[in-house]
Nanobody, 129 residues
C-alpha cells in the first residue's frame, strides 16, 4: 500500500523560507511522478511543482508559473523522498500543501490536472505579512 507522509510545514514571515518533505513507502514501480499541490481556504487545489523520477535516478521537474524561480522540487530516490524548497515566501503561498504520486510519465500534465493516484494528508504552511 502506497503511503505518502508530508512534513516541514509551519509559520514564517513573508520573505522567509521553508522546506517540505514527503516520504513515500510501498511504491511498487521503478519510476514515478511525484508532485506538490496546495489548497488555500476557499480556493481550488492547484499544482505547485512535480518531478518525474526515472528508474536511473534522473529526474525532470515542472513548476507552476506562480512559484517558478522561488520554489525548487528535488528528490532522493534512495530515501524515496521528495522535497519542496520554498524561498521568498509570500502571504498568498499560505495553504495546506499536499504530496501526491502517480505512475504516469506525463508529470507536467498531472501537475496541471491534479489527477494523481496517491495523496498524503497535507501539511499547513502559513505566511504572515
Amino acid at each position: 500500500q502506497v503511503q505518502l507522509v508530508e512534513s516541514g510545514g509551519g509559520s514564517v514571515q513573508a520573505g522567509g523560507s521553508l522546506r517540505l518533505s514527503c516520504a513515500a513507502s510501498g511504491w511498487p514501480f521503478s519510476s514515478r511522478c511525484m508532485g506538490w499541490f496546495r489548497q488555500a481556504p476557499g480556493k481550488e487545489r492547484e499544482g505547485v511543482a512535480s518531478i518525474y523520477i526515472l528508474a536511473s535516478g534522473d529526474s525532470i521537474a515542472y513548476y507552476a508559473d506562480s512559484v517558478r524561480g522561488r520554489f525548487t522540487i528535488s528528490q532522493d530516490k534512495a530515501k524515496r523522498a521528495v522535497y519542496l524548497q520554498m524561498n521568498s515566501l509570500k502571504p498568498e503561498d499560505t495553504a495546506t500543501y499536499y504530496c501526491a504520486a502517480d505512475v504516469d510519465t506525463r508529470c507536467g500534465d498531472r501537475l496541471r490536472s491534479g489527477n494523481m493516484d496517491y495523496w498524503g494528508k497535507g501539511t499547513l504552511v502559513t505566511i504572515s505579512s
